[in-house]
């Protein structure tokens, strides 16, 4: 074989070999378990609510104070759903492959898929919990578009809505080293929302070998409840 043929392959070898490097960074960029910002979490967020909105959230109201949780938008164990999934007390955990992004959350039972390799959403698709989410990097961050939400979880988050209205899109990224990942959400939903609103959490990232833990919702307690008895369970 020719030295020259030789150099052209070694040159290759090279260029797949960094190409591959460059993928990999990207990647794993949001790879990891992350925590929200205690900051963020629980504040007192202003939704443009349209009057329809606003009726359900009152009427939510009376119910709390009658002491019907069911009729205030809570189920139980019913799964946390978008966007409540992406931000509450409990942590997240994002999988990256090259067709999807896969995002668990302690609290909910149903793992959130962001495919990387359809531009559309498809037609004739149940409504979900989640959604379904289309996702595309643009330089470091990742878009994604979700829609197709049913209506049966609690329409209302402090850091959005949720209807079979609800058209939402995020924008992710790490700062600080990758120590941070910002999410910023812009919602549109003719239904419940006067004009298009945007919110923006962070989150930390949680020390290596971070597991998820086993939160298991039963009927009738929580999570301290179902360890009363056992004088070796950690309830705090």
């Not at 020259?4 to 070694?10: D, G, Q, Y």
């Not at 700062?175 to 006067?194: I, W």
Request: aromatic share 8%; with cysteine.
């Amino acid at each position: 074989m020719s030295s020259s043929r030789l150099l052209s392959i070694a040159l290759g070898a090279s260029a797949a070999f960094l190409l591959a490097g460059a993928a990999s960074a990207q990647v794993t960029s949001l790879t990891g378990m992350w925590l929200l910002d205690g900051k963020d979490f629980g504040r007192d967020v202003k939704l443009p609510l349209t009057p329809q909105a606003e009726k359900i959230r009152e009427d939510q109201r009376k119910a709390v104070a009658a002491g019907d949780v069911i009729g205030a938008g809570g189920k139980q164990c019913a799964p946390s759903g978008m966007p409540s999934m992406m931000a509450n007390e409990f942590a997240l955990e994002v999988l990256e492959t090259p067709d999807r992004v896969t995002i668990l959350n302690e609290a909910s039972s149903i793992p959130r898929s962001i495919y990387l390799d359809e531009t559309a959403h498809p037609k004739g698709l149940e409504p979900s919990w989640n959604g379904h989410s289309i996702g595309r990097w643009e330089g470091k961050t990742l878009v994604v578009d979700t829609i197709n939400f049913n209506d049966k979880s609690n329409p209302f988050g402090f850091i959005g809505v949720h209807s079979s209205t609800t058209h939402l899109v995020e924008r992710l990224h790490t700062e600080s080293d990758g120590q941070t990942l910002v999410g910023e959400f812009t919602y549109e939903d003719p239904r419940l929302l006067r004009k298009p609103w945007t919110g923006v959490v962070h989150y930390k990232r949680l020390p290596p070998h971070s597991e998820l833990w086993e939160y298991v919702c039963e009927v009738g307690g929580g999570w301290q409840e179902r360890f009363k008895g056992d004088p070796a369970a950690k309830t705090k």
